[in-house]
C-alpha cells in the first residue's frame, strides 16, 4: 500500500465525517497488515506510552486555563487596558481587537478560545462604533489565529513534544513572528478604517485612565509574566506553568476579582473533558502512523522529492507553506502537526533551516488554516457566535488572511525573527 492510497483513504474518511482518530487508525492497520513492518502490540505500546508524556499534560491545563481567564474576569480587564493604551486613533477598536488577541494569547495559547473570549467584548463594542458586522467578525477570527503564535501556544507544545524539540526555545522564539503578525493585522486594519471611515471609536488617551486600568487589570497582566518567567528562568517546567496558570487564574477570578463563581468550577473542567479526549485520542494514533512512515523510510522519500525540485532554503520553505496550506484546509491542526512535521522536518534540516524556525514555520502555516474552510475552526466559531454565515465572514476576512500570509513569508525568509531572540538570551 502506498503513501498515496494511505492519505487518500485518510482523507476519504475524514470527508465522511468518521472522528479523527479513527481515520487514522484505520489506515495504520491496514499499513501494518499489509507491509508487517511491525506488530500490532508495537502500535498498542506506542499509542499508549507516547501520550502520557509529562510533557503534553501542558495541552489540557494551558486550554482550561483559557476559560478561567474568560470566565474569571481576566481577559476584559486585558481588552480595558488596550483600549485605554491606542485610544481615538483611526481603526482604534479594531486595533484594540488585534492587541486583546495578543494578550489573551499569552495565556490561553488557543485560538478558538482566543476568538470566542475576545470576540464577545469587542465584536458588539465594534458594531456599535459603525464598523461593518462582517468586517469585525472577520477580524477577530483572523485575529485570534494570534492565540496560537504568541507564547505559551497549544501547537507549539504538540510541535515540541513530537519531535524532541524544547519547547522553551519555541516559546521564547514565538515572540518575533507574534509581534510581525500583530503589526501586519493592524497596518490592513488602519488602511481600511482610513478608507471606510471608521475612525474615533476609541476613547481619548489620558495617562491617569491608562494607570487606572493597568492597575485593575495588574494580576492579569501578571499572569503571562509569571507564566512565561517561570520557564525561561528554569523554575518551572511547561507542563508546571500551565499547571500554575490554572490555579493562579482560578484564585484570581474567585478570590480578587469575584467574577468566577465556585459552582462553576467543576462544570468548567467537565465541558473540556471531551475535548481533551479528542486531543489523545488523535494524537496516539497520529504519532503511531507518523512513527510507521519513518520505519518505511517515506521521510527519506519526501526529502529526496522536495530536494529534488531545489535545494534552496527559500524555495523549499514556499514549497512547505503550499503543501501546509493545502493540508491545513482539510485536516485539523494536531494531525497535521503529528503526521507531517517529523516528515518535513528532515527537509527542513537537510537545507539548514533550524528545528526550532521550522516549528514557527509550521505553526504560522496551520495559523491560516484556522481561517480557511472547508476545515476552519475560527470561523465555525465566529459564526455560532454572531449567527453570520462562514461564506460572508471569510469573504471579509481576506484581507487579513492575505497579510497573515505576507506574515508567513516574512517569518519563514528571516530566521533571525525567531532564532535571533534564542540566540540573544544566550541559549
Known amino acids: ?76 480587564r486585558l481588552v480595558g487596558v488596550a483600549n485605554n493604551l491606542i485610544g481615538n486613533v483611526t481603526g482604534g477598536l479594531g486595533i484594540v481587537a488585534i492587541l ?38 472577520g477580524l477577530i477570527a483572523v485575529a485570534g489565529g494570534l492565540g496560537i503564535i504568541v507564547p505559551p501556544s497549544f501547537p507549539l507544545v ?37 478608507r471606510y471611515g471608521y475612525k474615533e471609536e476609541g476613547k481619548t488617551v489620558h495617562f491617569k485612565e491608562l494607570l487606572k486600568s493597568i492597575w485593575d487589570a495588574k494580576w492579569a497582566l501578571l499572569m ?22 490554572c490555579v493562579y487564574g482560578l484564585f484570581i477570578g474567585v478570590f480578587v476579582y469575584k467574577e468566577l463563581d465556585v459552582r462553576n468550577i467543576v462544570p468548567m473542567f467537565k465541558n473540556k473533558v471531551d475535548f481533551i479526549g479528542g ?11 507518523g512513527a510507521i512512515f519513518a520505519y518505511l523510510g517515506y521521510t527519506t522519500v519526501v526529502k529526496n522529492f522536495f530536494l529534488g525540485i531545489s535545494t534552496n532554503p527559500y524555495v523549499i520553505v514556499l514549497l512547505m507553506y503550499a503543501l501546509l496550506f493545502v493540508v ?25 533551516i533550524d528545528p526550532v524556525h521550522f516549528g514557527l514555520i509550521v505553526t504560522l502555516a496551520l495559523a491560516v488554516a484556522f481561517v480557511t474552510p472547508p476545515v476552519a475552526l475560527n470561523l465555525f466559531v465566529a459564526s455560532s457566535m454572531t449567527g453570520l454565515s462562514m461564506e460572508r465572514i471569510t469573504r471579509a476576512a481576506m484581507p487579513f488572511i492575505a497579510g497573515l500570509l505576507a506574515a508567513e513569508i516574512i517569518v519563514g525568509f528571516n530566521p533571525i525573527l525567531t532564532t535571533g531572540i534564542i540566540d540573544f538570551f544566550g541559549k
Open 1 to 76: 500500500m502506498s503513501i498515496g492510497l494511505i492519505f487518500l483513504l485518510l482523507f476519504v474518511l475524514l470527508f465522511l465525517g468518521v472522528p479523527i482518530g479513527i481515520s487514522i487508525g484505520i489506515p495504520i492497520c491496514l499499513l501494518v497488515w499489509q507491509t508487517q513492518i511491525t506488530t500490532f502490540e508495537f502500535i498498542a505500546q506506542f499509542m499508549y506510552t507516547k501520550p502520557s508524556e509529562f510533557t503534553l499534560l501542558a495541552l489540557p491545563f494551558f486550554i482550561v486555563a483559557g476559560d478561567i481567564m474568560d470566565t474569571g474576569g481576566l481577559s476584559k
Open 279 to 289: 486531543v489523545i485520542f488523535t494524537f496516539a494514533p497520529a504519532g503511531a502512523m
Open 224 to 245: 503571562p509574566v509569571i507564566i512565561l518567567g517561570g520557564i525561561y528562568s528554569g523554575a518551572c517546567s511547561p507542563t508546571e506553568a500551565a499547571v500554575i496558570s
Open 158 to 194: 504538540l510541535y515540541g513534544v513530537t519531535n524532541d524539540v524544547s519547547i522553551s526555545d519555541l516559546f521564547l522564539a514565538g515572540f518575533g513572528p507574534a509581534l510581525v503578525v500583530g503589526i501586519v493585522l493592524v497596518s490592513i486594519n488602519f488602511i481600511y478604517s482610513k
Open 328 to 352: 491545513g484546509m482539510f485536516v485539523q491542526t494536531m494531525p497535521a502537526i503529528v503526521i507531517l512535521s517529523p516528515i518535513l522536518l528532515g527537509v527542513a534540516e537537510a537545507v539548514g
Open 100 to 137: 486583546g488577541c495578543m494578550f489573551f494569547g499569552a495565556v490561553s495559547g488557543s485560538s478558538p478560545a482566543t476568538v470566542a473570549a475576545i470576540g464577545t467584548i469587542m465584536i458588539p463594542q465594534m458594531v456599535r462604533a459603525g464598523y461593518d458586522k462582517y468586517y469585525a467578525t
